[in-house]
């Protein structure tokens, strides 16, 4: 008798109630799906964010100043390094400034193709002041080359 008395029926009006209330499995079913495709995109989109960035990094160029050289009060050696895929046509626009940051020379600089990613440069400026600083202010792949 105990047993009985103990055993809650799951039609009882109580039960029926706390079903109201809280709501059944089912719904718990649906959440651990949403939760589980939510889970399965956000890999997807990861995966996807790592090949993509990844190829266009590495045919991107990157370039950073070194120095540069006054020869006279109109002519400057400017020196950077490039990093550019091998076997890649580059060329580069390199500038001097004088003290009021106007650009007083520039000029391209179309670098040799090499089987090397990473180069150092130098070439000669002509400005038409004097100059304060000089810089290489990017650089690009030559495209049809």
Request: with cysteine; aromatic share 8%.
């Given at each position: 008798?105990?047993?009985?008395?103990?055993?809650?029926?799951?039609?009882?009006?109580s039960t029926q109630?706390?079903?109201?209330?809280?709501?059944?499995?089912?719904?718990?079913?649906?959440?651990?799906?949403?939760?589980?495709?939510?889970?399965?995109?956000?890999?997807?989109?990861?995966?996807?964010?790592?090949?993509?960035?990844?190829?266009?990094?590495?045919?991107?160029?990157?370039?950073?100043?070194?120095?540069?050289?006054?020869?006279?009060?109109?002519?400057?050696?400017?020196?950077?390094?490039?990093?550019?895929?091998?076997?890649?046509?580059?060329?580069?626009?390199?500038?001097?400034?004088?003290?009021?940051?106007?650009?007083?020379?520039?000029?391209?600089?179309?670098?040799?193709?090499?089987?090397?990613?990473?180069?150092?440069?130098?070439?000669?400026?002509?400005?038409?002041?004097?100059?304060?600083?000089?810089?290489?202010?990017?650089?690009?792949?030559?495209?049809?080359?």
């Open positions: 008798m105990l047993d009985t008395a103990a055993a809650v029926d799951a039609e009882s009006p109630r706390l079903e109201d209330r809280y709501g059944t499995g089912r719904s718990r079913r649906f959440d651990r799906r949403f939760a589980w495709g939510a889970a399965g995109l956000l890999v997807i989109a990861g995966i996807a964010f790592l090949i993509f960035s990844g190829w266009q990094s590495a045919n991107q160029v990157s370039v950073q100043d070194i120095g540069y050289t006054k020869q006279n009060d109109l002519v400057l050696d400017v020196k950077f390094e490039v990093t550019a895929p091998a076997n890649t046509p580059v060329a580069c626009a390199v500038e001097a400034l004088n003290p009021a940051k106007a650009t007083v020379g520039w000029k391209i600089v179309e670098l040799p193709v090499t089987e090397k990613r990473t180069h150092v440069v130098t070439t000669r400026l002509v400005t038409t002041n004097p100059s304060t600083a000089a810089t290489a202010r990017a650089c690009w792949v030559v495209e049809g080359s």
